[in-house]
C-alpha cells in the first residue's frame, strides 16, 4: 500500500518540484508571503476558526481592490525582481567596468603608454632575486655574529663570575668605590654619625649617599644604631668588617 501510495504521487511531487524550481514560481512566494504577512499570521494563530475567518475578511480582504492587490501586488514584485532586479545588476556591471577601463586608459596616458617587454622585465625580476638573495645573506651573516658575540659575553661572564668567586675578603674589600671608602673613612673617624651628617661630611650627593648606604649595610661594614631620642634619625657606625677595612686601607696608604 505505502509502495502504491509513493508510486501515485511520485508525478506530483516532481511536478511541484519543478514548479518550485522555477524563478519565477519561487519569487511569486517569496513576494506574496511577505506581501500577506498578515494573513500568515491571522492562519497561524491560536484564534477559532470562526474568528480566523472573520479576521481574514476584515483585515486582508476587506473589499474587492485588497484582494487584487493580494493576489496581483506579489506577481508585480516577482516580475520586477526578475527583471528589473536583473538590468539594474547589468547597468551597475557595465557603469563599474566603464569606470575601470577610464582608470586603465588614464594611467596608460599617464605612462605614456611605455609598457615593458618581455626581456627587460625578466631583466628586472632576476635583479630583484639578486637583491633578496643577498639581503638574506647580509641577514645570516648578522644572525651569526649576534650568536658569537651572544657566546663570547656568555664566555666572559663565566670568567667573570669564576674570578669573583675566588676573590678572598681583602681582595673584594678593593672593589669599593672611592665614594663608598670615604663613607667608611668618615665612620672610622667619627665612631658614630647620623646619617645627614655623615653625607655632609662625606660630600656625597644624597641620590649616591642613599644607594652606597644601603650597600655597605648590606655588605656589612656599616651598622644602623636606632637613634635614642627621635625615630626620624638613624645613626650610623663601623662594624668589625667595616673597620677592618679601614685599617687596611690606611696601612696601604702609609706603605705607598
Known sequence: MKETLEYLFAPLKEAVASRFASPLTSSYVISWSLWNYKLIMIVFSSNSISTTFGLIDKHVFPNATATFMNLFAPFALAIFYLYGYQ???????????????????????????????????????????????????????????????????????????????????????????????TILTVLGAHQKLDGQQLKQISKIPTLSFDYFIKKLVDQKYVAEVPHEDSLDFTIYELTQAGRFYVLNREKSKSSE
Not at 545588476?89 to 566603464?98: C, E, R
Request: hydrophobic share 35%; aromatic share 2%.
Open 87 to 181: 538590468k539594474l545588476s547589468n547597468w551597475i556591471h557595465k557603469d563599474q567596468t566603464t569606470l575601470q577601463i577610464g582608470h586603465q586608459n588614464k594611467l596608460k596616458e599617464a605612462t605614456k603608454g611605455a609598457l615593458l617587454t618581455l626581456e627587460e622585465s625578466m631583466i628586472i625580476q632576476g635583479e630583484m632575486i639578486a637583491l633578496r638573495l643577498n639581503k638574506d645573506t647580509e641577514i645570516a651573516d648578522l644572525r651569526r655574529q649576534q650568536i658569537e658575540l651572544e657566546l663570547v659575553v656568555k664566555t666572559q661572564a663565566e670568567k667573570l663570575a669564576k674570578f669573583e668567586s675566588g676573590l678572598d675578603k681583602k681582595q673584594k674589600e678593593l672593589l669599593l668605590s672611592e665614594d663608598e671608602s
